[in-house]
T-cell receptor, first 116, second 114 residues
Framework: GAVVSQHPSWVICKSGTSVKIECRSLDFQATTMFWYRQFPKQSLMLMAT?????????EQGVEKDKFLINHASLTLSTLTVTSAHPEDSSFYIC????????????FGEGSRLTVL | GQQLNQSPQSMFIQEGEDVSMNCTSS?????WLWYKQDPGEGPVLLIALYKAGELTSNGRLTAQFGITRKDSFLNISASIPSDVGIYFCAGQLSDREYGNKLVFGAGTILRVKS
């Protein structure tokens, strides 16, 4: 079964509003989670690394004030798209590793954001 | 930045045929992962490889970690319609500075004729 879960799986919002996406590790504690963005028929682009209890690390070119990440507990990370615009419409996917395992990365189901 | 070259970009094959795809890089990786992604869903891990030369199977899928640690291939035997999807390779660099992040290939779109 799934080990990482995202919610919501899809969301439609008006331009200018903020949207929060949750990512949960279901049967393990994840000190680090990763947020990706994926455009149609393209690969996954890492946006940021979410660190429990500390600030997220953002990849070059990703606006941290635009994409707020909060990793408040060992099983939950949230991505908030602030003041969303149509160009923010995309498929957002989170991932996490089991503790003591530096290899396998498990992904959530993804969240489809459509900004009107 | 680090790059993985994944090929082919897409494949259109007959049901029952074997499929092969690969990823290469100029960088050395300490882990190779292969994922399959269905439309509208997150990637699902198929096979994980941890040692150079390692050959691992998962049902009809077989993947190998290249001896040079710069490449990997995935084979699918006797393809069936449900094999349709996008397959991604992903490598974890051995560079501590890179922080255990994964580098993804561009994906191989697999389409199967029934």
């Amino acid at each position: 079964g799934a080990v990482v879960s995202q919610h919501p799986s899809w969301v439609i919002c008006k331009s200018g509003t903020s949207v929060k996406i949750e990512c949960r590790s279901l049967d393990f504690q994840a000190t680090t989670m990763f947020w990706y963005r994926q455009f149609p028929k393209q690969s996954l682009m890492l946006m940021a690394t979410s660190n429990e209890g500390s600030k997220a690390t953002y990849e070059q070119g990703v606006e941290k004030d635009k994409f707020l990440i909060n990793h408040a507990s060992l099983t939950l990370s949230t991505l908030t798209v602030t003041s969303a615009h149509p160009e923010d419409s995309s498929f957002y996917i989170c991932s996490a590793r089991r503790p003591m395992n530096t290899g396998e990365l498990f992904f959530g189901e993804g969240s489809r954001l459509t900004v009107l | 930045g680090q790059q993985l070259n994944q090929s082919p970009q897409s494949m259109f094959i007959q049901e029952g045929e074997d499929v092969s795809m690969n990823c290469t890089s100029s960088s050395i990786f300490n882990t190779w992962l292969w994922y399959k992604q269905d439309p509208g869903e997150g990637p699902v891990l198929l096979i994980a490889l941890y040692k150079a030369g390692e050959l691992t199977s998962n049902g009809r899928l077989t993947a190998q970690f290249g001896i040079t640690r710069k490449d990997s291939f995935l084979n699918i035997s006797a393809s069936i319609p449900s094999d349709v999807g996008i397959y991604f390779c992903a490598g974890q660099l051995s560079d501590r500075e890179y922080g255990n992040k994964l580098v993804f290939g561009a994906g191989t779109i697999l389409r199967v004729k029934s």
